[in-house]
Nanobody, 122 residues
Framework: QVQVVESGGGLVQAGGSLRLSCTASGSIFSINAMAWYRQAPGKQRELVASISSGGSTDYADSVRGRFTISRDNAKNTVYLQMNSLKPEDTAVYYC????????????????WGQGTQVTVSS
């Protein structure tokens, strides 16, 4: 079984910074990509940023230039450094691991974390 746990959310003023962390643990052989999503009240969940095992990154237009995703493959951990935060960044941020293979080398369903709240005040 594989678990994904996020941390680092909180309340920050506009223009401030936060760093989110996400660690996948359990019977893991490999993880292809890891990603951050967010969901604001009344809105659909949207992709914020993703990073492959090789370090290739992708960002939503709304966060490009302000957010940076990074990864420590040895720790199965992904980070999201969020700078110049805006009130519209307020949301629950979820971590997702993609292309996860267990110790039996079998692919399993992509696990999700429970989410961490980020609130940006104006």
């Amino acid at each position: 079984q594989v678990q994904v746990v996020e941390s680092g959310g909180g309340l920050v003023q506009a223009g401030g910074s936060l760093r989110l962390s996400c660690t996948a643990s359990g019977s893991i052989f490999s993880i292809n990509a890891m990603a951050w999503y967010r969901q604001a009240p009344g809105k659909q969940r949207e992709l914020v940023a993703s990073i492959s095992s090789g370090g290739s990154t992708d960002y939503a237009d709304s966060v490009r230039g302000r957010f940076t995703i990074s990864r420590d493959n040895a720790k199965n951990t992904v980070y999201l450094q969020m700078n110049s935060l805006k009130p519209e960044d307020t949301a629950v941020y979820y971590c997702n691991a993609r292309g996860v293979r267990n110790l039996q080398r079998r692919y399993i369903s992509d696990p999700w974390g429970q989410g961490t709240q980020v609130t940006v005040s104006s």
